[in-house]
């Protein structure tokens, strides 16, 4: 794209003088106290052995350590030492008709669907093929170095589900388009619709239709899965090539909406264990060049197969640098910073939110759907008595939070919550008020309960009480 094409610029930065500033004066001081280290280090190396008290196997020891993390704080020195703050104006990129708007392949790798659930991986393909980017100049490329069957299968479902999704996003400006992350459930829900959505009732009824119709893929995937269980599917490292591009399955019942959708490929390259084949380096570089001879774009966006994309303007975001023809000739690539949410002890795809809230309330999800105000409970549904005879179980509060920030205190007894220093705590640590409501019936009681002392006066709930139908109190 030539300058003339560009009235106005596509990207801005600005240097933060002041952080550099101190910056560059940390720099200076820490630069110091490693040069009198490493000299106090190499004083003692040149010393004789009988003035040395530390045994010098450890003493060298220490001392590389030192080294390497100081090589490791100088390789940062550049980006702390002139720190800059950049903008970006994606609404000045070329309309989606015009041809200067340049194509992108995205590219995400996959190998074992054991290790890489293929609902992840399908949420990840979703997330992608919902970019705010013109669809015939969007291609999708999914390399499955496993071979699995599993994987393909779950592509086609994705594509049908995709009918649906992608028309939702886009009719209201769906920020988070992962549809895993857009209903999740137990995660703490995050308000991310778009300006057309709000208390819209014919939002609220689509979205019910798009979750249901997000089940029935969700479903599909297992299905799928529990048919390669049984048949002792696996990866597989002795198998030809396979390509092939997701099209649409007219035998379907019902048909999604009539929309374009981006280019979505299936690619299995061949694998046999006399030839090396270079792990994901490998599965990249056929990526390349299969995507070269059927889409070509200039930009592609290589992404994990457990990513998901939080703006899907970022395409375009990434596009202000690439056009810009100041710095377009010597720019290599432009990197999203990843914000990770699945750092568990336990399971590396799920979901911190979930974990935290499993913490603290135990490790029923039905009851931590209860938790939200859009929950309908169902006392004759046998799944949910089950789950209720955990909730009643001694050891469901084992490890939790019960007790202590949550439910009733377990340190004092409780008969009295309502009087004493209730309200003083409440007020102290919540911010909450205690509305104390006498009527007739109240004054008629009997006049030992009346009379009684201020007895158990610590009694109150816990700080992050969960309760919504109890003593009248209002979270404000």
Not at 288 to 312: K, Q, T
Not at 343 to 357: F, G, P, V
Not at 433 to 438: A, E, F, L, N
Not at 444 to 454: A, C, K, Q, T, V
């Amino acid at each position: 794209m030539e300058e003339a094409y560009l009235p106005h610029p596509l990207n801005i930065y600005h240097v933060q003088k002041f952080q550099s500033f101190i910056n560059r004066i940390h720099i200076l001081l820490h630069s110091t106290s490693l040069l009198f280290l490493f000299y106090y280090r190499l004083c003692f190396l040149f010393q004789g052995g009988a003035n040395r008290k530390t045994p010098f196997f450890l003493w060298l020891l220490i001392f590389l350590s030192e080294t390497i993390l100081s090589f490791i704080w100088i390789l940062g020195i550049g980006y702390r030492w002139r720190p800059v703050s950049r903008a970006v104006f994606p609404e000045r990129l070329p309309e989606e008709d015009d041809e200067l708007l340049p194509p992108i392949d995205v590219f995400i790798c996959t190998v074992d669907p054991t290790k890489e659930p293929t609902e992840d991986v399908m949420n990840t393909v979703l997330s992608a093929m919902s970019l705010d980017y013109p669809p015939d100049r969007l291609h999708v490329y999914v390399s499955d170095d496993g071979g699995s069957s599993e994987t393909l299968r779950g592509m086609r479902e994705a594509w049908r589900f995709a009918r649906w999704w992608l028309p939702f996003c886009r009719k209201y400006k769906i920020k988070r388009c992962c549809p895993k992350v857009y209903f999740s459930d137990a995660a703490c829900e995050i308000s991310d619709d778009g300006d057309n959505s709000g208390d819209n009732i014919e939002f609220v009824a689509e979205k019910r239709k798009i979750k249901k119709k997000y089940d029935a893929f969700v479903e599909e995937i297992m299905r799928v899965k529990e048919s390669r269980d049984i048949c002792g599917g696996a990866i597989s490292h002795d198998h030809p090539s396979l390509i092939e591009v997701i099209e649409e399955d007219n035998s379907d019942e019902e048909e999604g909406e009539k929309v374009k959708l981006p280019h979505l490929v299936y690619v299995c390259r061949e694998k046999r264990p006399s030839h090396p084949h270079n792990f994901k380096a490998g599965a990249l570089n056929v990526l390349l060049r299969v995507s070269a001879v059927m889409s070509n774009a200039p930009y592609f966006l290589a992404l994990d197969c457990d990513m998901f994309c939080n703006d899907p303007t970022s395409a375009r975001k990434a596009l202000c640098f690439h056009l810009d023809p100041k710095i377009s000739k010597s720019l290599a690539f432009v990197q999203f910073p990843h914000k990770f949410q699945n750092i568990t002890n336990n399971d590396i795809y799920d979901n911190a939110e979930l974990i935290q809230l499993q913490q603290k309330f135990g490790s029923s999800n039905e009851f931590i759907k209860a938790l939200k105000q859009s929950y309908t409970p169902n006392l004759v549904k046998e799944a949910l008595v089950e789950e209720t005879k955990l909730l009643a179980s001694c050891n469901y509060e084992i490890g939790t939070k019960w007790g202590q920030e949550v439910g009733f205190f377990y340190a004092s007894v409780v008969e009295d919550v309502l009087t004493g220093t209730f309200e003083t705590f409440t007020r102290s640590t919540h911010n909450w008020r205690v509305i104390p409501k006498m009527d007739k019936r109240a004054k008629d009681m009997d006049d030992e309960i009346n009379h009684m002392p201020s007895l158990w006066m610590f009694g109150c709930f816990a700080k992050e009480t969960w309760f919504k139908r109890s003593l009248f109190l209002a979270h404000q």
